[in-house]
């Protein structure tokens, strides 16, 4: 008795620092649903930057010119950083990165959709950099404030990358929009590609998300998955006026009192179908993970045997 009423008695405080806008730390008493929650998205969102790599990857040996590469280059490192970043913030909950990997490989994590999609052309370089990252800062920038500090922190250093990404993304598409007319249908065809499976990245509509109620009382997402869909919809029409390219959905008007776009439905049938593990690469992405994971062995044992040879030596010499 005495010890259920404790527990209620925590779990009212640690809600009462939450609504207070006070950030939960790694050590502080946490229920046990909040650090696994706070696990499955962070570790997920570690898993989507890692994934994130292969497509871009892709054409690093392919993008047009040495500036090009460089920045690509560039840019996919990043995203290592990201997803070390977010390991780093996952194992702050008390899980092991061999954990996590394993979640991974086994299909029992999920990462994001979108980067189930093939990388055709190098303008699906440019859409990816354009709409994948920017439907990811949209995202972000409300993970700036999430509840768990160490995922906080982590954010508002990503926020910072993904907003060069966005941008170099945008630039390759202006080029193509400018060039030749070849060049132009390249960069259409592009858009036409990723712009549904970039709002597909926001997850389900509200009242079909699973855990969506839940991270919003605990502040682990800041807004709803709908709420931030369309404002990237709205922020994503001006930019592809812009460019002068066509609109993917014909269904996109402005809606003068709802002061935001109204827009046509997404695909939910491939929504779920590419989540459950059918989309177009998705055993290829996680072979790729996989092997070199495996080759990555001997630098892990290497460093395995490094550490047990210091402890040793720490042991013999204690001063
Ligand atoms: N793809 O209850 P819901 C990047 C799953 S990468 C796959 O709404 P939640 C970048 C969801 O996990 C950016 N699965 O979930 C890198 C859940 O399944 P489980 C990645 C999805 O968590 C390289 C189920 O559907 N960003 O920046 O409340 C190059 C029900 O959904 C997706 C993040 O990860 C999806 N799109 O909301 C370029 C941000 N959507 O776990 C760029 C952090 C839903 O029960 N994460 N599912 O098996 C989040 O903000 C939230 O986790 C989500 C989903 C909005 C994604």
């Not at 920017?134 to 995922?151: D, F, W």
């Not at 460019?243 to 439905?265: K, Q, T, V």
């Not at 790729?288 to 010499?317: S, T």
Request: net charge negative; hydrophobic share 35%; with cysteine.
């Amino acid at each position: 008795m005495g010890g259920n009423s404790d527990q209620a008695e925590l779990e009212r405080q640690f809600q009462q620092r939450i609504d207070d806008d006070i950030k939960i730390e790694p050590k502080d008493w946490m229920p046990d649903a909040y650090r696994e929650n706070l696990i499955r998205q962070i570790s997920q969102h570690a898993h989507s930057e890692v994934i994130g790599m292969q497509p871009e990857g892709n054409y690093i040996t392919r993008a047009p010119s040495l500036r090009r590469k460089l920045i690509l280059l560039s840019k996919v490192q990043d995203e290592a950083g990201h997803g070390l970043y977010l390991y780093s913030a996952s194992e702050t909950l008390g899980i092991s990165r061999l954990e996590l990997i394993e979640a991974l490989q086994s299909g029992a994590a999920k990462y994001a959709s979108i980067f189930n999609y093939p990388t055709q052309t190098w303008g699906d370089v440019g859409a990816i950099g354009w709409l994948v990252d920017g439907a990811a800062i949209c995202n972000q920038v409300s993970l700036q404030r999430t509840s768990y500090g160490p995922y906080a922190r982590g954010m508002i250093r990503i926020c910072k990358e993904e907003s060069f990404h966005q941008r170099q993304g945008y630039e390759i598409m202006l080029a193509l929009a400018r060039g030749s007319d070849e060049q132009r249908q390249m960069a259409q065809d592009s858009l036409n590609r990723f712009y549904w499976p970039a709002l597909m990245m926001f997850g389900p509509h509200d009242g079909e998300s699973a855990h969506s109620a839940q991270s919003m009382r605990w502040k682990i997402k800041r807004e709803t998955n709908d709420a931030l869909r369309q404002k990237f919809i709205d922020q994503t029409v001006p930019q592809i006026e812009f460019l002068g390219l066509d609109h993917p959905d014909r269904d996109i008007s402005w809606n003068e009192s709802r002061g935001h776009y109204d827009h046509g439905e997404i695909d939910w049938h491939e929504f779920y179908s590419v989540i459950n593990g059918n989309g177009h690469c998705n055993r290829q992405r996680l072979q790729h993970h996989i092997r070199a994971h495996q080759e990555g062995e001997w630098v892990r044992d290497a460093l395995a045997a490094y550490q047990e040879k210091q402890r040793q030596r720490d042991c013999q010499d204690p001063d």
